[in-house]
C-alpha cells in the first residue's frame, strides 16, 4: 500500500487499521481464555509431571547430599593415587554425619551399585566408628586404610568419586543393557545379562506385526463397508463398533476363554482334524495370544480411518479404470489403492502408536515370552519400586511414540482424527 | 454385491474368495464377545462348554453366577460398580466441561498457536497409557490425591478430555457461526447465546464426546492400577485382578453386563452421530 493513501478513520477518528487491529487482539484473547482452563489444568497434571519423569530419571543427588565435604576435598585429588589425608578427614566426617542420621546402610548400597564390595566395607568402618577405635589426633587416613584392605585401593575412591555429579545417565543406559565403567567409558553388560534390549525389539516386533495383521484383515472389510449398499453396511458397521465400545478386559477375558488348552478354537482345531486331542497346542502365554488378541483388539482403530476415506472415493472412478481398458485388478492397484493411502497411513499409525504401549492384554495373555516393555515399567514401578529407571524406559518409550506422532501430524494432521 | 454376468471365472474365483476373507474377518472381531454369554450360565465352576451345554441340556445351564456376582459374600463387584459409576460420572462432567469450553475456543478462527495448543490437549490420547500412569502417580502422591476419589476422577478427566475437544471441534467445523453473530445483534449476551444457540446446535457432540469420556473412565485400568487402594477398587481392577488370580465365571457374569452396557452405549452413539451428521447437512 503506498503511503500517500489516506487513512481510512472509524467514526470515532482511529485509523480503521488499528481498530481493526485491536479488534483481531480482542478476539484472539477471548478465544485464548476459553483454552486456558483445560489447558492449564493438563500442564499443571499431566505434562508438568511428564517432565518431572526426566529430572527423576537423570537424579543422583542423593548421594551428591551424603558426601558434600567428600567430593568438595575430592576437587583437588589428581585421581591416580590414593587421595590425600584431607580427602580422608572429610569423609569420615560425613559418615559420622551419617551414622548419627542411620543412612550409612544407604550409602553403603548405593555405592556397592558403582563397586562391589563396598558393601562389606562399609560395614567394617561403621562397626570401627561405633567402637570409637578411630582416634582423631593421629592419622585418619592411616586408620581408615587398616579398617580393610579395599579402603587401601585406589579403584575404590575413584568409584567414590564418579558418583559425584548430581546427575547420571545410568538408567537410560540401564535400560539399553550398557554402563558407563572404570574408565567412563561406556560398555555392553555381558551377553546373558541383556534383557531390556530383547524387551525393545520385542515391542517393536510385536506393534509392527500387529500393524501388518490389522491392515491386511482391516482392508477387506472396510473397503466392503464402504462398497455394500448402506442398509447392509450399517449391520455389519456394528460388528467393527460394537468390539470397539465393548471394555479391554471384557475383550481379553474371551480371547484367554478362547485360546485355552481346552478352549473353543482348540476344540473346533481338534473336531476338524487339524490336530490331535492329546496334542492341543499352547496358544495362550506367549507371542501367539499377544497378537491374536491384540489384532482384534485394536482392528476397530485399522478399520474406522479406512473406511472414513474410502467412503469418500466415488465408485464410479473405478469403473471409468474399467472402460479405459484396466482389468479390476489394474484398475483398483492404480486408481482405487492410491486414493485410500492416507486412510491407510492414519490407520498404521494409530495402530502401531497404541500397540507400542500396551500393557494390560499382554500382561494377561502374553505370558513371559509375550511381556513388552511396558510391562516391564509397571514392574518397576511397582514391584522394584525404582521409580527412576521406569521413568527413563518411559521417556524413551514416549520419545518413540513423539516422533512417530510427528509423522502422523505431517501425513494426516492430528484434527483430521475421526472417531466412529 | 452380485456379479455381473460376464464377469470372468478367475475374477469368480477371486471375488468369493474376498467374500469368504470378510467374513472370516468379521467373525474374528464379533465371536469372542459372544462366547462368554453362554459360559457365563455355565453350571459348572469351569470356564469350558461343558458336555451338558454341548447337548443344550436345560441342567447344564444356571444363573448361578449371576447371584454370585449380586449377592455373593465377600465379593467386592457391589463396590467396584458404585466406584465406577461414581468416578466415571464425575470425570465425564469434567471432561465435558473443560473440553467443550476449550474446543469453543479452539474451532475460534482468531485462536492463536492453534496447532502447539490441539496438539498439547490431545496428547493424553497419544501417550502411551503406562507413561502417563507413571506421570499422573507421581502428580497425585505429590498432591496427596492418591488413594483417593479425588485423584482418580482428575486423572480420568485427563485421560477423557481429548475425546470431547475431538468431537466437539469437528462438530463446530461446520457451525454456522452467523447465528450466534445474529443472536448477538439481537442483544443476546454471550452466555446467553451459547446456552440458547450454540449449545443445542453442538449437543449431539458434546453428548458423544461425553459417551467417549465415559466409557473411557469405566474401561480405565492403567492409571487405576496406579492410583487406587483398596477402597477405590473399580470394576476393571477387581476383572484385572480375578483374571490375574483365579479365572471364576462370576467375572463372565460380569462381562455379559459390560456387553449389554456397551450395546446400549454404542446404540446411543450412533442414534447422536446420525443426527449430528443431519444436523450439519452431511447426506450421504
Request: aromatic share 12%; hydrophobic share 50%; glycine share 6%.
Amino acid at each position: 500500500m503506498s503511503s500517500e493513501t489516506n487513512q481510512i478513520l472509524t467514526t470515532d477518528g482511529i485509523p480503521l487499521e488499528i481498530s481493526l487491529r485491536k479488534a483481531e487482539r480482542k478476539n484472539k484473547i477471548k478465544a485464548f481464555l476459553l483454552v486456558v482452563p483445560l489447558l492449564l489444568f493438563l500442564i499443571i497434571t499431566y505434562i508438568f509431571p511428564i517432565a518431572e519423569m526426566f529430572t527423576r530419571s537423570i537424579d543422583d543427588k542423593m548421594i551428591t547430599n551424603m558426601l558434600p565435604k567428600t567430593f568438595k576435598s575430592m576437587e583437588t585429588w589428581n585421581g591416580k593415587d590414593l587421595p590425600p589425608e584431607e580427602v580422608f578427614v572429610s569423609f569420615l566426617e560425613d559418615f559420622k554425619i551419617l551414622v548419627d542420621k542411620k543412612e550409612h546402610g544407604k550409602l553403603a548400597q548405593r555405592l556397592n551399585k558403582e563397586k562391589n564390595g563396598f558393601n562389606t566395607i562399609v560395614k567394617k568402618l561403621f562397626r570401627q566408628i561405633k567402637r570409637n577405635k578411630i582416634d582423631e589426633s593421629q592419622s585418619i587416613k592411616e586408620q581408615i586404610m587398616k579398617v580393610h584392605k579395599r579402603w587401601r585401593n585406589v579403584e575404590y575412591w575413584q568409584a567414590i568419586k564418579r558418583t559425584a555429579p548430581p546427575y547420571t545417565s545410568a538408567k537410560y543406559l540401564k535400560a539399553m543393557d550398557m554402563y558407563l565403567n572404570e574408565d567412563n567409558k561406556i560398555t555392553q553388560v555381558s551377553e546373558d545379562r541383556r534383557i531390556h534390549r530383547i524387551l525393545w525389539l520385542r515391542t517393536v516386533e510385536v506393534a509392527f506385526f500387529v500393524t501388518i495383521f490389522c491392515f491386511l484383515m482391516g482392508y477387506p472389510i472396510a473397503h466392503l463397508l464402504a462398497t455394500l449398499p448402506m442398509k447392509y453396511s450399517n449391520l455389519l458397521m456394528i460388528c467393527v463398533l460394537l468390539p470397539f465400545w465393548t471394555s479391554l478386559l471384557v475383550r481379553t477375558a474371551s480371547w484367554m476363554i478362547l485360546l485355552q488348552q481346552q478352549g473353543v478354537v482348540n476344540d473346533f482345531f481338534v473336531m476338524i482334524g487339524l490336530v490331535a486331542d492329546d496334542n492341543r497346542p499352547e496358544m495362550m502365554y506367549n507371542k501367539v495370544g499377544t497378537y491374536v488378541a491384540m489384532t482384534q483388539i485394536l482392528l476397530p482403530f485399522m478399520v474406522l480411518p479406512l473406511y472414513s476415506v474410502m467412503k469418500t472415493i466415488s465408485p464410479s472412478l473405478m469403473r471409468a479404470g474399467k472402460s479405459l481398458g484396466g482389468t479390476p485388478f489394474v484398475a483398483f492397484w492404480k486408481v482405487y489403492f492410491p486414493l485410500t493411502i492416507p486412510g491407510i497411513g492414519a490407520g498404521c499409525l494409530l495402530v502401531f502408536i497404541l500397540a507400542i504401549g500396551y500393557y494390560i492384554t499382554p500382561a494377561l495373555v502374553g505370558g513371559a515370552s509375550g511381556t513388552l516393555i511396558s510391562n516391564q515399567i509397571a514392574y518397576h514401578m511397582k514391584t522394584t519400586l525404582d521409580w527412576s529407571f521406569a521413568s527413563a524406559m518411559g521417556l524413551m518409550l514416549l520419545g518413540g511414540v513423539l516422533v512417530i506422532y510427528w509423522l502422523y501430524n505431517k501425513l494426516v494432521g492430528v484434527d483430521n482424527i475421526k472417531l466412529g | 454385491m452380485a456379479l455381473p454376468k460376464y464377469t470372468e471365472t478367475r475374477y469368480r474365483i477371486w471375488h468369493y474368495f474376498y467374500i469368504a476373507i470378510c467374513t472370516f474377518v468379521f467373525i474374528f472381531l464379533i465371536a469372542p464377545l459372544f462366547v462368554i454369554f453362554p459360559l457365563s450360565f455355565n453350571a459348572e465352576e469351569f470356564l469350558v462348554f461343558s458336555e451338558g451345554m454341548k447337548n443344550l441340556d436345560p441342567d447344564a445351564f444356571s444363573l448361578r453366577w449371576y447371584k454370585d456376582m449380586v449377592y455373593g459374600t465377600k465379593n467386592p463387584w457391589g463396590l467396584a460398580a458404585k466406584n465406577s459409576f461414581i468416578i466415571a460420572i464425575f470425570a465425564t462432567l469434567g471432561s465435558v466441561i473443560l473440553g467443550t469450553v476449550a474446543a469453543l475456543g479452539l474451532s475460534s478462527r482468531h485462536m492463536p498457536f492453534k496447532g502447539i495448543i490441539m496438539a498439547t490437549l490431545i496428547s493424553p490420547m497419544i501417550v502411551p497409557l503406562i507413561i502417563s500412569g507413571v506421570a499422573i502417580f507421581f502428580f497425585m502422591a505429590k498432591a496427596g490425591l492418591a488413594a483417593t476419589h479425588t485423584g482418580i476422577v482428575l486423572a480420568h478427566i485427563i485421560l477423557g478430555t481429548p475425546f470431547v475437544v475431538i468431537t466437539v471441534t469437528a462438530t463446530l467445523s461446520g457451525f454456522d457461526h452467523s447465528v450466534t453473530r445474529a443472536a448477538a445483534s439481537l442483544g443476546s449476551n454471550p452466555v446467553n447465546t451459547f446456552m440458547k444457540v450454540t449449545l443445542p446446535l453442538i449437543l449431539p457432540g458434546v453428548i458423544s464426546g461425553g459417551l467417549f469420556a465415559f466409557v473411557t473412565s469405566f474401561d480405565e485400568v492403567v492409571v487405576v492400577l496406579f492410583l487406587a487402594g483398596l477402597e477405590n477398587t473399580t470394576i476393571p481392577i477387581q476383572m484385572w485382578t480375578g483374571l490375574r488370580e483365579q479365572l471364576s465365571p462370576t467375572i463372565l457374569a460380569v462381562a455379559t453386563c459390560l456387553i449389554i452396557l456397551s450395546t446400549l452405549i454404542l446404540i446411543s452413539a450412533e442414534l447422536l452421530r446420525r443426527r449430528s451428521e443431519r444436523l450439519r447437512g452431511i447426506n450421504r
